[in-house]
């Protein structure tokens, strides 16, 4: 069974050219109302804990909640709508199972080209009704390279818990610039440094993806994408699982190190 979920030779053909697959259908409707589920209890967890300073970084608005280790990411423009957060297949069982699904883990075997991989990071992209902000114009590469030594194989899996198109913000693809390598950043400091100059990228490369809910797309760190603002009525939701090759931490382990206890008490 396993070995029927690995990319066939149309979509690694697929794969070497655009830089992504797309699988249609790969999760039922009660699959993605337990995903989503599961997902909405984090963020009621999330919110009833005690708010920490919120940082703005780049074109993002941060939260570190180290007593969950975990990240979240809030709306710039409502500091009180949750944007996405990272890091918690340790805070859902359900949710750790679903990173462990073949379904996405075999297809990413072939991305990572090991048999042996290891999850790497979780993250949801929250795009609220009417609310949803953009996620900006970025390669994952940079974000990750300074937290692994596999960040040029890290591969992602992206499930769609809701429709998407282009008026609620689907995400959107730059075919074929994985082969590129790393794009030319903002010459700003920190998170903002490993955001695409967008005055240096030719943004009519970009193609839309709207799916269907259910459909899961894979790539690589180095894919060109963004997704803009939810326009529409209704939610647009999107679980990520990354994996890397086994050896390697979790990035929960190198970013949620624990605080000594003086520091912890104080």
């Known amino acids: 069974m396993n070995e029927s979920l690995r990319f066939d030779a149309r979509e690694k053909a ?7 697959v797309l699988r249609a259908g790969v999760f039922e409707t009660r699959e993605l109302r337990a995903m989503s589920d599961a997902c909405e209890a984090v963020v009621k967890r999330l919110l009833t804990e005690k ?5 703005a970084l780049g074109s993002y608005m941060f939260e570190l909640q180290p007593e969950l280790q975990t990240i979240v990411k809030w709306e710039p423009s409502d500091p009180e709508l949750v ?6 297949a340790h805070l859902s069982d359900e949710l750790n199972r679903w990173a462990l699904d073949p379904r996405f883990v075999e297809p990413c075997k072939d991305l990572v080209g090991e048999e042996d991989i ?6 949801l992209n929250l795009k609220r009704a009417h609310s949803g902000g953009a ?4 390669q994952d ?4 390279t300074g937290v692994t030594k596999a960040a040029a194989r890290v591969a992602t899996a992206m499930v769609f818990l809701d429709d998407a ?5 689907c995400l959107e693809v730059v075919p074929g610039s994985h082969r590129e390598g790393l794009q030319t950043l903002r010459a700003l400091e920190g998170l903002a440094g490993m955001e695409i100059d967008p005055a240096k990228y030719d943004h009519s490369r970009l193609v839309p993806v709207p799916v269907r809910a259910g459909a899961v797309i894979f790539f690589g760190p180095f894919l060109v994408h963004r997704s803009l603002p939810n326009r529409a009525g209704a939610d647009r939701r999107a679980l990520l699982f990354s994996y890397q090759p086994p050896g390697y931490p979790h990035l929960r382990e190198v970013t949620m190190k624990p605080r ?3 520091e912890r008490a104080g």
């Open 14 to 20: 697929e794969l070497a050219e655009r830089g992504f």
């Open 51 to 55: 708010r920490r300073t919120k940082h």
């Open 83 to 88: 944007q996405g957060f990272e890091l918690f």
């Open 118 to 123: 290891r999850l790497f990071t979780e993250k």
């Open 135 to 138: 996620i900006i114009l970025h």
């Open 141 to 144: 590469f940079p974000y990750w």
């Open 165 to 169: 198109t282009v008026e609620n913000g």
């Open 260 to 262: 000594p206890p003086a």
